[in-house]
């Protein structure tokens, strides 16, 4: 991809010289000039990837004095360090994380679902490619809609062709529908919950398989921040990948990847604690 100029700028005057930016730069392409000032190499300006720049901006994220800014960032716009959470504070947000399988009938607004997704963006990616796209449903009566089409469409292609969601036999889609009035009543397949997000990458382009994973568990947590539940789901996923047609209606652009649905919103239940899971995991020292 090329871009006419990542507008790398060293301010001379607050520069003191550490090179520090120049340490963290992945692909070394950031230089002293005759004047001690940092400088982009003009071959690799506008390029992205491993001939150019990556747009980390770790060069602008490093500097002590602010000196640096990259791709017209102000570095007096970002957040400090000094903001950040403690262990404490992200053990809390961890352990009380629940999956919610059961929502309030209200919507999220608008605008804090946009504060969300601006957060977002922030999820790490593969070699930083930061190719991950967004689609949503804002409303709840589009939601309606949308599962209601799903699950239609499921159920016919089961009952008249014999064809079920995903890996599921006819055995184990009748288990999910007669769990259904308990657990999802209506819903098996979103949880009834009144927003979708829908995280896709460019296929062929670093960890494109992985980076929708990564940036779902970080809106889980965004989501668990703000009071909202969420959930990552696969059935839904299996289910459209046997209706293409209906599965268009995600409008998720050609060459795109997505392997989960996260389900959002206001949740029905709120718990009073988190949960103890020391013990489970296995735990092996690796020595050579």
């Keep these: 991809m090329e871009n006419k100029s990542f507008n790398f700028k060293a301010d001379s005057e607050k520069c003191i010289g550490c090179g520090l930016c120049m340490k963290v730069c992945s692909t070394a392409i950031l230089y002293f000039d005759e004047n001690n000032v940092p400088k982009m190499k003009a071959e690799a300006d506008g390029i992205t990837g491993w001939d150019g720049c990556y747009r980390c901006q770790r060069c602008l994220a490093v500097c002590p004095t602010g000196a640096v800014s990259i791709l017209g960032k102000n570095p007096s716009d970002s ?39 601006r957060l977002l963006e922030n999820s790490p990616t593969g070699s930083n490619f930061q190719t991950l796209g967004f689609n949503v449903v804002y409303k709840k ?14 159920f016919r292609l089961a009952e008249e062709e014999g064809i079920y969601p995903g890996i599921f036999n006819g055995e184990q889609f009748a288990n999910q529908v007669a769990l259904e009035p308990r657990r999802n009543p209506g819903d098996m397949f979103f949880v009834n919950a009144p927003h979708i997000l829908v995280i896709h990458s460019e296929m062929n382009k670093g960890q494109w398989r992985v980076d929708p994973v990564i940036a779902a568990t970080w809106f889980d947590l965004i989501c668990q921040s703000k009071g909202l539940g969420s959930i990552i789901m696969t059935l839904p996923v299996g289910a459209l990948s046997k209706m293409p047609e209906v599965e268009k209606l995600l409008r998720v652009p050609e060459g795109r990847f997505y392997n989960i649905i996260m389900g959002f919103g206001y949740p029905d239940v709120e718990f009073a604690r988190g949960v103890q899971r020391e013990g489970i995991a296995s735990v092996n020292e690796l020595t050579f």
Excluded: T
């Design 79 to 117: 957040v400090g360090r000094e903001k950040m959470a403690d262990f404490e504070s992200l053990e809390a947000l961890m352990r009380n994380r629940r999956a919610c399988r059961s929502y309030l009938d209200k919507e999220v607004p608008r605008e804090e679902i946009d504060e969300m997704l």
């Design 141 to 154: 009566s589009e939601m309606d809609k949308f599962r209601k089409i799903v699950r239609d469409e499921a």
